[in-house]
C-alpha cells in the first residue's frame, strides 16, 4: 500500500513499516499543507492511507466522502519510543489492505 505519514508523526516510524510505500509529508514538500489541502493532494498522488497522530484530524474532516483511508495512532506520547510499539498493529492492517471504516484507531 502507498501510505502518507502526517507531520505530525516522527519521520523514522516508517522504519518501523515493512513492504509498503510509506513516505512522510515532509519528503513531498507537504509541510506547511493544512489538512484539507494535504488529504487531496495525498489522494492525487495515490495514497491510499494517511497516518496520524491528530485525534481531531477524524471530526474535521468527512473521510466518507474520500478515497484515502485515515488511521489514528494513539499512542500514550507522540515520540518514537511509544508510537514503534503501535507498528505490528498498523503493519498488520496495511498487510491485510482491508479497511471496514474509513477510519481506524490504533490505541497503545
Known sequence: MRVLLDNCVDIRFREHIRGHDVVHTLDMGWGAL??????????????????????NLRHQQNFAKRTIRLVVL????VT???????????????????FSDAILVLDS
Do not use: W
Open 74 to 77: 494513539n499512542p500514550r506520547m
Open 34 to 55: 493544512s489538512n484539507g489541502v494535504l488529504l487531496a493532494a495525498a489522494e492525487n498522488a495515490a495514497f491510499e492511507v494517511f497516518v496520524t497522530v491528530d485525534k
Open 80 to 98: 518514537l519510543e511509544y508510537l514503534a510499539p503501535l507498528a505490528p498493529s498498523l503493519q498488520s492492517v496495511l498487510d491485510r489492505g482491508e
